[in-house]
């Protein structure tokens, strides 16, 4: 079965200071990793996603996630926050053998910017 | 390109009542797939259809059942409502439903029953 898991609930940091959000994942198989935003009352805006080759992956908002296979991680990074990346993050996984979309989420982990 | 679309985006609705949530998927896209968010379970897999065959079914009782239209459009149904359906309910489209294919989300819709 596959899992993920977001051990944080919260995340503070101050404008203009890095951030990271962690992940780790369980899954048979090749892992596909996703990394979404949800902002209130709102749906799931996509990142960035891990599919093969080169470990460090760029998405959007400046955000980026290193894929580290030994450690079965996925973190999300930033290297300066903003006050408006205040928001829930979600990671989430398929495995490639599944052939077909169906994305198992962590339990969110919401990213407090103070200014 | 417009994204994709949920109606009503609230609903109220009261116990043993049913609902029916419609989703446009982006144009284009012929895979489209619900979720259920709750503080409690987090973001959970109901189904999933492409070419108006339910390909995919998550864990949840025979009350939620969906189909989808030859446009693509979706719509999912949950007949008589409890308490614990109280939730905001996603639609995700992508092309053919494959992975790695990125799934898009639409704004939800939040129901409440009372």
């Known amino acids: 079965a596959q899992s993920v898991a977001q051990p944080e609930d919260q995340v503070n940091v101050a404008e203009g200071n890095p951030l990271t959000v962690k992940c780790t994942y369980s899954v048979s198989g090749n892992p596909y990793l996703f990394w979404y935003v949800q902002y209130p009352n709102r749906g799931l805006q996509f990142l960035l996603k891990y599919i093969t080759g080169d470990n460090l992956v760029k998405g959007s908002y400046g955000f980026e996630a290193e894929f580290n296979k030994s450690q079965t991680s996925f973190h999300l990074k930033k290297p300066s926050a903003l006050v408006s990346d205040s928001a829930l993050y979600f990671c989430?996984?398929?495995?490639?053998?599944?052939?077909?979309?169906?994305?198992?989420f962590g339990t969110g982990t919401r990213l407090l910017v103070s200014p | 390109k417009a994204g994709v679309t949920q109606t009503p985006r609230y609903l109220i609705k009261t116990r043993g009542q049913q609902v029916t949530l419609s989703c446009s998927p982006i144009?284009?896209?012929?895979?489209v797939s619900w979720y259920q968010q709750t503080p409690g379970q987090g973001l959970q897999f109901l189904f999933e259809?492409?070419?108006?065959?339910?390909?995919n079914k998550g864990n949840f009782p025979g009350r939620f059942s969906g189909r989808q239209f030859s446009n693509s459009r979706s719509e999912m149904n949950v007949s008589t409502l409890e308490l614990g359906d109280s939730a905001l309910y996603l639609c995700?489209?992508?092309?053919?439903?494959?992975?790695?294919?990125?799934?898009?989300f639409g704004p939800g819709t939040r129901l409440l029953v009372l």
């Open positions: 144009s284009g896209h012929r895979s």
């Open positions: 259809y492409f070419s108006e065959t339910q390909r």
């Open positions: 989430a996984v398929t495995a490639d053998f599944t052939g077909f979309q169906k994305l198992v």
């Open positions: 995700a489209s992508s092309l053919e439903g494959r992975t790695p294919e990125t799934q898009y």
